[in-house]
C-alpha cells in the first residue's frame, strides 16, 4: 500500500482486536510512527489493542503522556490550563515528525471523530498537512452489541450523554428521549443513577463496563450494587420503540 497522507488518525475500535479494520491494520503496519495517548506509567489503551496486531515497536512509537486526566473537573483552570497545553506541544512534536517526511498514525480507541483526543490534534494539524482519519467500532456500538440490547427500533430518538453534565441537565435530557447512551461515567456514577432514576429509567438501564475487552462486565444498572466505575463504562438505554 502506498501512503499518501502525512498524518492518519486511526480508530481500532471498542477493545477486541477482532474488530479493527482492513484499512487500519494496513496503517499499523506501514506507518513510520505510531503515536498513543497514556497516562505515565502506563501503556495506552489504543497502543494495547494495537500490540496484539503488530506487537511492540518501540523504534515507531511516540507516548503522548497526558498531564492530568481525572485529578481535575474539565471545567476548572488546573485541568483545562494544563491539558491545552499539552495538546498544543504534540501538535508541535508532530509537525516536526511530519515535516521529516514521516508517516504519523495517530492511535486511537473507538472511533477518532466520537469523543476522541485525537480531534484536538486534528484541528491543529489537518490545515497545514494532509490528514485522513479511519473510523472505527464505537464503544457504546461494541457496548449495545456485546448487551444484545438494539439500542433503538422505528423512530426512536437515541440521545448520547456524557456524564460530567450536572444532574438536573442530565435528568431532563432523559426524560426527553426515547433511548440513551450516558458516556464518561467514572466518578460521575452516583449522579447519573440519581438522575436515571428521576427520569424513571433504572429498570431499562443497562451498565457496561470494557465492552468486548477480556475484563467486560454486563449487568442491569438496578444489580451495580457499588458506585465504582472505569473510564471505559457506559450505561445503556434501550428503546421501546415500534417493533414488527
Known sequence: MTLGPSFYGVGLGPGDPGYVTVRARDVLATADRLVHFCRKGQRGNARTIADHIIGADPAREIALVYPVTTEAPVADAAYAGPIAAFYAES???????????????????????FYGSLMHLWRRLA????????????????????????????????????????????????????????????????????????????????????????????????????????????ILVPGEGRRL
Open 91 to 113: 501538535a508541535a512534536l508532530l509537525a516536526a515528525e511530519a515535516e521529516a517526511g514521516r508517516v504519523v498514525a495517530i492511535l486511537c480507541e473507538g472511533d477518532p471523530f
Open 127 to 234: 490545515p497545514r498537512f494532509p490528514f485522513e482519519v479511519i473510523p472505527g467500532i464505537s464503544g457504546m456500538s461494541g457496548a449495545w452489541t456485546l448487551a444484545e440490547a438494539p439500542i433503538t427500533w422505528g423512530d426512536d430518538v437515541l440521545t448520547v450523554l456524557p456524564g460530567t453534565l450536572p444532574e438536573q441537565d442530565l435528568a431532563r435530557r432523559l426524560k426527553d428521549t426515547d433511548a440513551a447512551v450516558v458516556m464518561k461515567l467514572g466518578r460521575n456514577l452516583p449522579k447519573v443513577r440519581r438522575a436515571l432514576e428521576a427520569a424513571g429509567l433504572v429498570g431499562r438501564a443497562i451498565y457496561v463496563e470494557r465492552a468486548t475487552m477480556a475484563a467486560q462486565k454486563i449487568l442491569p444498572l438496578a444489580e451495580k450494587t457499588d458506585d465504582e466505575a472505569p473510564y471505559f463504562s457506559m
